[in-house]
């Protein structure tokens, strides 16, 4: 918790004296100017605050000004804990600089709020990743246009230019929505250590930008496919294989996956059990026969993980040997085009491709949406249904079993 304490400069004197706001807060200390004076006869050292006497006409003002500050300290410390922030004292002197009309320019700049938000947070590596790139792209449409990113310049005419900007970039749909949420994510930031009152970007005109993601997932017979390969001589792509495996068979993130550890295995091997690191709910995974069978393999013990990235190069190769050829149309939005570009299956399989395709095999083989979606963590059928990827031949064959087509 945070402890704001008032204090004189000079407690002895017996002429006007600063008054001090002190701020404690993890082992950190703000002393903070508050601008105003007093004779020491006049103040209260145990109340902190301005005797209430006629020889100090000023008291009632003088004391609600100190209950203001320290009310912006209180809250805005409280604002940086709720929102996983590390509290500095830097972060705690702005909006009392705010509160009394001392804040430069800098410190009213969107770029420069959002690089020492982005600074101080302990958001995962790739939401910063995200956000700095949605810094970089506020500096080039400031250099490119020369207009201010003053807070209150964030407005409609500010979002229309700015799409207009990231059009010429020729920027997808989705990337664009992307940089938009953080910049709302910014400016809320803004707003709740009151640094701005301005909510043009709350209105219906400052809308995200999406469309549809074209990902593919892989169907039973084809993870069986790849779950058959023989790679006896290849231990570097075994592992992936195993892994990749267990992926479609338990709907894991990759977060949670390089997580999974043999105690994470039920002592009865019937179930996996993971606090997942994105939604930090439990999730409890009857395991498939092919996960058994891996664990088994492995010794009760899941296999080693590598990066993702090296993770996605090799689960091509595994699709090309699995001879996942299919030709897949991914249609989307390029700047002002719309695009189609034909792929090979097996050149789009990366990581998220397992957590995909356990969804959607889930959802064809009737396991009921409300149980998928306690494993996947999807809170609203709609953003579920949204996820899945299921063709109009596969939803014809699914409404065969129905009773209503009896």
Request: hydrophobic fraction near 35%.
């Amino acid at each position: 918790m945070a402890s704001v304490t008032f204090v004189l400069k000079e407690p002895k004197s017996l002429e006007p004296t600063l008054v001090y706001m002190m701020c404690r807060f993890n082992s950190q200390t703000l002393k903070y100017s508050t601008g105003q004076k007093i004779t020491p006869k006049f103040w209260n050292p145990e109340k902190q605050r301005s005797k209430e006497t006629r020889q100090f006409s000023g008291y009632a003002e003088f004391n609600t000004l100190l209950n203001n500050l320290e009310n912006i300290g209180n809250n805005t410390y409280r604002t940086l804990i709720n929102d996983n922030i590390v509290p500095t004292t830097d972060l705690l002197r702005l909006p009392l600089d705010i509160f009394l009309n001392r804040a430069s320019g800098k410190e009213k700049d969107l770029i420069s709020f959002a690089e020492n938000l982005i600074e101080n947070t302990d958001r995962k590596p790739q939401t910063k990743k995200q956000l700095k790139q949605t810094v970089r792209n506020l500096k080039e449409f400031k250099q490119a246009t020369n207009r201010s990113l003053h807070f209150d310049s964030i407005d409609i005419e500010f979002y229309d230019q700015f799409i207009e900007f990231l059009l010429d970039k020729n920027y997808g749909k989705n990337t664009m929505g992307t940089v938009i949420k953080n910049i709302k994510i910014f400016m809320s930031e803004a707003v709740a250590r009151n640094l701005t009152s301005n909510l043009q970007f709350k209105k219906k005109q400052f809308k995200n930008i999406e469309e549809p993601s074209e990902s593919i997932y892989l169907t039973e017979s084809e993870i069986q496919s790849i779950y058959e390969l023989d790679l006896s001589d290849n231990l570097r792509l075994d592992k992936v294989r195993d892994l990749f495996i267990i992926a479609c068979c338990t709907g894991l993130r990759f977060s949670d996956l390089i997580q999974l550890r043999n105690e994470n295995i039920s002592e009865d091997g019937k179930f996996v059990k993971i606090r997942t690191q994105k939604t930090n709910e439990l999730a409890i995974i009857p395991l498939k026969t092919y996960v058994k069978q891996i664990l088994n393999k492995h010794n009760g013990i899941p296999p080693e993980t590598i990066s993702n990235q090296k993770m996605n190069d090799y689960l091509k190769e595994l699709g090309e040997m699995a001879k996942i050829k299919e030709v897949v149309l991914i249609r989307s939005t390029k700047g002002r085009e719309q695009q189609t570009v034909a792929y090979l299956k097996w050149k789009l399989i990366t990581t998220h491709t397992a957590r995909r395709s356990f969804a959607t095999n889930a959802y064809l083989d009737g396991v009921p949406t409300i149980s998928i979606m306690k494993i996947t963590g999807h809170r609203t059928e709609k953003n579920f249904m949204k996820y899945i990827k299921i063709s109009q031949e596969d939803n014809a064959n699914k409404l065969l079993s129905h009773s209503f087509f009896k």
